[in-house]
């Protein structure tokens, strides 16, 4: 089983930055991607950013040019950089890690494609 442990949310003004990390348990090899998802209230879960096993990249289109997804295989973490932070970012956000083996995978940018998520870290933006 594979667990995911997420921290670095906090309230924070616009204009600031967060540094969000996630520690992932253990990676097979047959992982092929993690990510980041957030979600506000009364919204659905929505992409952030997602980085395949090859260290490809995606951001949704509202955070390119803003947010950083990279990642630290020697420590098992998973990060997200955020800047210029904007109210609208105002969520909970999600980390997501795909770790199995399938004759067919969805895209690393779909929730479909992840099998572990974390608990959450709230990210708060005024």
């Known amino acids: 089983e594979v667990q995911l442990v997420e921290s670095g949310g906090d309230s924070v003004q616009a204009g600031g930055s967060l540094r969000l990390s996630c520690v992932i348990s253990?990676?097979?090899?047959?992982?092929?991607?993690s990510g980041w998802f957030r979600q506000s209230p009364g919204k659905e879960r929505e992409e952030v950013a997602t980085?395949?096993?090859?260290?490809?990249?995606h951001y949704a289109n509202s955070e390119k040019g803003r947010f950083t997804i990279s990642q630290d295989d020697e420590e098992n973490t998973l990060y997200l950089q955020m800047n210029d932070l904007k109210p609208e970012d105002t969520a909970t956000y999600y980390c997501?890690?795909?770790?199995?083996?399938?004759?067919?995978?969805?895209?690393?940018?779909?929730?479909?494609?992840?099998?572990?998520w974390g608990q959450g870290t709230q990210v708060t933006v005024s």
């Open positions: 997501a890690d795909a770790d199995y083996h399938a004759a067919w995978r969805p895209s690393c940018t779909s929730e479909d494609a992840y099998n572990y």
């Open positions: 253990k990676m097979t090899v047959n992982r092929y991607c």
């Open positions: 980085i395949s096993s090859n260290a490809t990249t």
